[in-house]
């Protein structure tokens, strides 16, 4: 600030415009500003009437001087503020001589400023508000409720269809032209029922609906009122949802009143006017609009009679909104007042409906509790609640719900509360976690591929040289080339040689095949340098003549096989009998046997995502976590599309406590594949991980809605994979097994829009059960090692790893979505148990051996409306039990599932593993034959068929157990199925049979030594000493474990004779 002189300066405030007003008195109160500085009235201003819109300008100017050498010095501006005082000037009252004036509030300005420099400055000051003051619910952090009516609705008589669309009409009376009533450019286009979110939503809701707003009477209003949302508004409002989900939408009949005739007439005060006829409301749950990404809530909601202790419960909203407004609509409804439209004579008993929306406040309260009543005024005072009337005293109320009365409305927002990240995002930090990578590039070189060459170069000159002699000699005489004499043929190549040798064709075979040559020497033999002696290099070339004569042979024997005699077929053994043979591993808990058929699948296919997720999730049956996340991670960097990937990526992440990476993996997920049930579901476990229970409820609402749409979208005799098909008119609720808690706070500016159309409908309903999926996807097949999808709840869970798992085939492997477990090879389809969304995501996660994970959703699944203890939950549980040995839970959780569920084969099978791991094997056969005698088969029915075989071996019913045998390899054939029918075929002395049986077994894998064993002890009865020296010796190198077995082998060669060369 510039040095002052001796004399004074005046200082000017200027008050202007005052904004968000309200008197003790009306709606439009007159007051005026008193200025005060330094405890000196400054002046007072006119006396403005506040506007209906709470503001009033004032243009009220008033100075003081200040002088730094005495009065207001520079110091009191430094510490003294200016204060505005607003005070309301009551209306006279009669026989009132002088005028009332009320404080209002305070507005304080600090004059600061002028001594940093400023010569002027604006500011906008709170008015802050005194005890009492009409303003202290407006300036104590907290705005007042906005609610929002929707008057004079209009009765429709039935048989008159809505048209589509209809355009949304503005929420104010007496507009002249009927045009004008129309909002430009907005219109009610309806849609879908199963897509609101609503109430009547369902399938069984349609037919009721469609009569409801066609057919029968109805009062349509076609009204869109808008208000404005600041960001501070924007925050309170989440707050408020998150606070108390449902808001209450009131509806009433209000009365016209006749205005009599004459200047002296007088209303007559009924017993109805102070009281609300068929007061009903509607309970709109708001927490949608706190999802990620929602902008909009429409829906059809039940009307219910108005009870204030009901309606406090779920909404927290002490008063009515027309506790004092139910008097103001009924004198503006009597004919004649300004809001009152003429009345129509269709309306019975001249009465109209009033209904209105609450819309909540739009700043934060200070109490989380602090809801204050729906209405015009501030109700923050604390008057108790009355007593609760009973039904009986709101018999009108009562007739909503006989009648089934409902609303339609829409509440829509210009900008998502809470912004939803987008795919393109969520795909970045994927790639950012785990790099995509790209198919490695063959080498061009090596010593396997120098040999190759090699190969390829020896066949295309051995065509050559044929070729040659063909032309020289003639085909024919390789057909009598046998009965030519050494003589002729001695002839014949010295002609070729002199032929190659003279065209220059011997010379040009000879460069043809030092490259090749070279190739050999330096990526085989790694020779690049000069050799040091003579006879190093006479040494080398030896090596190699040898080496490149004898891979000259195999080349030729494999260019013409005819001339090979003896060569051994090799038996190639497919991806999808690897995957058997590690599974029977698994189960027989031989994990390092498992783990090279696993690796074996790795090498042969590296770039196969299946290979690598199967090799996970045996590693996490391992409880090996760090390595299970390395092969997901695999197989992720293969396809960053993959779902399966992605959610088990997801999963592996909770375990290891990464909670920001799970995330992005569940959501990549649900962006990819927006209809697939489980993503949805897992997402929702993670939130309830995070206690982010909005969320979590938003996941687990939109994985049901993806379940209901896919079981009504599916008929009855077509598998989920055809395309669009036409509805089936039974299917489930959508409805949340679980709501939600809890906040996601921001700001953003956005615009609320409500459109009310109301009806009649049904009353809400439950869902009894969903439609039985699974018994529309059966399959006929018997092929081996073949995999059906199933939906079925009883059947379609992965067993316990100690003894049953699924074998997918290796297409459909990859197509496994929705946590649909794959069976081998019909499905059981009698349970009627309906599907949940946490069912399917338990069998998706026994499926990869997420344990961990399963009874998290198995507590779900137990507290969900539509799930609850059933068969397969029961199954689950003994199976997870089975894993830890705990062989008495098991069984108990089985007794229940057999007491739900007695004929579901699943149930026996798993009795049966149970008894048979506990020793018992006269109960394991009881059950495994009771399983295998049903029309459908198991869920698993391959370890049920080996186990029974090797039961019946046990017991020496050895028919029975060939019997068994055969019919398991027929299915799905393996080393273990071909050795039981061996050892059955060898105890009823089928020699040849047996022989046939373990030659079999041992081609598909050739360590195991009871094979041997057994193909020893056939060879030394069928008296084939070789063999039989032979068979013995591998059983010995490979340490046969079986003490009997080999004592029955010492036996029989002392029998014999031979079969043990040590003798």
């Not at 609503?198 to 349509?220: M, S, V």
Request: with cysteine; aromatic share 10%.
């Amino acid at each position: 600030m510039e040095q002052v002189s001796s004399t004074g300066r005046p200082v000017q405030i200027t008050v202007t415009d005052g904004y968000d007003l309200k008197g003790f008195k009306g709606d439009t109160p007159v007051t005026f500003i008193r200025a005060e500085f330094n405890q000196v009235v400054l002046g007072d201003s006119a006396k403005i009437a506040v506007s209906p819109e709470g503001t009033a300008k004032y243009n009220f100017t008033c100075s003081f001087e200040f002088n730094p050498e005495g009065g207001v010095t520079l110091h009191d501006l430094a510490h003294k503020p200016v204060f505005l005082t607003m005070t309301e000037v009551l209306p006279k009252e009669k026989k009132q001589k002088e005028e009332k004036t009320m404080i209002l509030g305070q507005a304080v300005v600090d004059l600061l400023p002028l001594l940093e420099g400023e010569s002027s400055f604006e500011t906008m000051v709170p008015l802050h508000p005194v005890p009492g003051s009409p303003l202290e619910a407006l300036r104590s952090g907290i705005k007042k409720d906005y609610p929002i009516f929707f008057k004079n609705g209009t009765l429709k008589l039935g048989g008159e269809r809505e048209p589509v669309p209809r355009p949304k009409k503005w929420p104010i009376a007496n507009i002249l032209a009927p045009g004008a009533n129309n909002i430009p450019d907005a219109f009610i286009v309806g849609g879908p029922y199963e897509e609101e979110e609503g109430e009547l939503n369902h399938p069984e809701d349609r037919e009721f609906r469609n009569q409801a707003e066609c057919i029968k009477k109805r009062i349509t209003w076609d009204l869109e009122s808008r208000c404005y949302l600041d960001p501070p508004a924007v925050i309170s409002f989440q707050k408020r949802i998150a606070d108390c989900r449902f808001w209450p939408v009131e509806i009433t009949r209000v009365p016209l009143v006749t205005v009599p005739k004459g200047k002296s007439a007088k209303f007559e005060k009924t017993d109805d006017e102070g009281r609300l006829s068929f007061h009903g409301v509607a309970y709109v749950n708001m927490v949608p609009l706190l999802y990620p990404g929602v902008k909009r809530i429409r829906g059809a909601f039940h009307v219910y009679p108005y009870l204030g202790s009901t309606v406090y419960e779920k909404t927290k909203c002490s008063f009515s909104l027309f506790r004092d407004t139910g008097h103001h609509l009924i004198q503006n409804n009597k004919i004649g007042g300004i809001n009152s439209p003429v009345s129509k004579p269709v309306i019975s008993k001249n009465l109209k409906e009033e209904k209105t929306v609450k819309e909540k406040d739009m700043e934060a309260r200070s109490r989380p509790g602090d809801v204050q009543a729906p209405s015009i005024k501030s109700q923050s005072s604390d008057t108790p609640l009355e007593v609760e009337p009973s039904l009986c005293n709101n018999p009108e109320g009562q007739q909503y719900v006989e009648a089934g009365t409902y609303i339609v409305l829409e509440i829509e927002l210009d900008k998502a509360l809470v912004p939803k990240r987008m795919p393109e995002e969520l795909a970045r930090r994927v790639k950012e976690m785990i790099p995509p990578r790209p198919p490695l590039t063959r080498r061009t070189g090596g010593a396997q591929k120098a040999v190759s060459d090699y190969h390829m170069q020896i066949k295309n000159i051995s065509r050559a040289i044929l070729n040659e002699y063909h032309r020289m000699f003639g085909k024919q005489a390789v057909k009598v080339g046998s009965d030519l004499d050494s003589e002729t043929l001695e002839e014949q190549k010295c002609q070729l040689n002199y032929e190659l040798n003279c065209s220059g064709k011997y010379f040009a075979f000879k460069e043809q095949l030092k490259h090749a040559v070279v190739k050999i020497v330096r990526e085989k033999y790694l020779k690049t340098t000069a050799f040091e002696s003579q006879e190093e290099l006479q040494k080398f070339i030896s090596e190699l003549y040898v080496f490149l004569v004898d891979q000259m042979h195999v080349a030729l024997n494999q260019a013409m096989p005819d001339d090979v005699q003896g060569t051994p077929s090799t038996i190639y053994t497919s991806s999808e009998q690897l995957r058997l043979f590690a599974f029977e591993a698994e189960v027989n808990e031989n994990y390092e046997m498992a783990t090279v058929y696993y690796e074996e699948r790795l090498v042969r296919e590296p770039q196969n995502l299946e290979h690598w997720l199967d090799y996970g999730a045996f590693c996490l049956l391992t409880e090996d976590n760090i390595k299970a996340q390395e092969c997901f991670r695999k197989a992720l960097s293969l396809n960053q599309n993959h779902i399966h990937s992605l959610l088990l990526c997801g999963v592996l992440a909770v375990l290891m406590e990464n909670y920001e990476q799970a995330e992005i993996f569940f959501e990549d997920a649900t962006c990819l594949e927006p209809t697939n049930v489980v993503a949805w579901t897992l997402l929702g476990l993670y939130y309830e991980i995070q206690n982010n229970d909005i969320r979590m409820e938003m996941a687990f609402h939109e994985a049901f809605k993806q379940l209901q749409a896919r079981v009504l979208q599916t008929p009855v005799t077509k598998q989920r994979s055809t395309g669009t098909v036409e509805y089936v008119e039974e299917g489930g609720k959508d409805d949340s097994c679980l709501g939600p808690w809890g906040i996601t706070s921001g700001s953003s500016t956005a615009a609320v829009k409500v459109e009310v159309p109301a009806g009649l409908g049904a009353p809400l309903s439950i869902l009894d059960e969903f439609l039985d999926e699974s018994s529309n996807l059966q399959s006929e097949s018997h092929e081996p090692i073949l995999s059906v999808q199933s939906q079925d709840p009883t059947t379609s869970q992965k067993p316990s790893n100690t003894f049953m798992k699924e074998i997918p085939s290796k297409k459909e492997a990859s197509e496994c979505q929705e946590s649909s477990t794959c069976l081998h090879p019909t499905l059981y389809s009698v349970s009627q148990t309906p599907a949940t969304i946490f069912m399917e995501t338990i069998r998706f996660l026994m499926k990869v051996n997420a344990v961990q994970y399963v009874h998290r959703v198995l507590a779900h699944e137990l507290l969900c409306p539509h799930g609850g203890p059933s068969c397969e939950y029961y199954l689950v549980l003994a199976q997870t039990h089975l894993l830890k040995k705990d062989f008495a839970k098991a069984e108990e959780y089985l007794q229940q599932a057999a007491q739900m569920d007695y004929l579901n084969p699943n149930v026996w099978g798993v009795k049966g593993h149970l008894y048979f791991l506990s020793g018992n094997h006269a109960e394991a056969k009881a059950c495994y034959e009771r399983t295998i005698s049903f029309v459908v088969d198991a869920s698993e029915m391959h370890f049920i068929f080996l186990r029974l075989g090797q039961i019946y071996l046990e017991e020496k019913e050895y028919e029975k157990a060939k019997k068994t045998y055969l019919q398991v390899c027929k299915r799905s054939p393996s080393c273990l199925t071909w050795l039981g029918l061996g050892i059955a075929c060898y105890k009823l002395d089928e020699l040849t049979e047996a022989e046939d049986a373990l030659s079999e077994a041992n081609a598909l894998n050739n360590y195991n030594a009871e094979v041997w064993a057994y193909l020893a002890l056939v060879c030394l009865k069928a008296g084939r000493q070789l063999e039989a020296e032979q068979a013995y010796k591998y059983t010995m190198k490979l340490k046969l474990k079986d003490e009997s077995l080999l004592a029955e082998i010492h036996m029989v060669q002392e029998t014999v004779g031979f079969g043990n060369p040590s003798f």
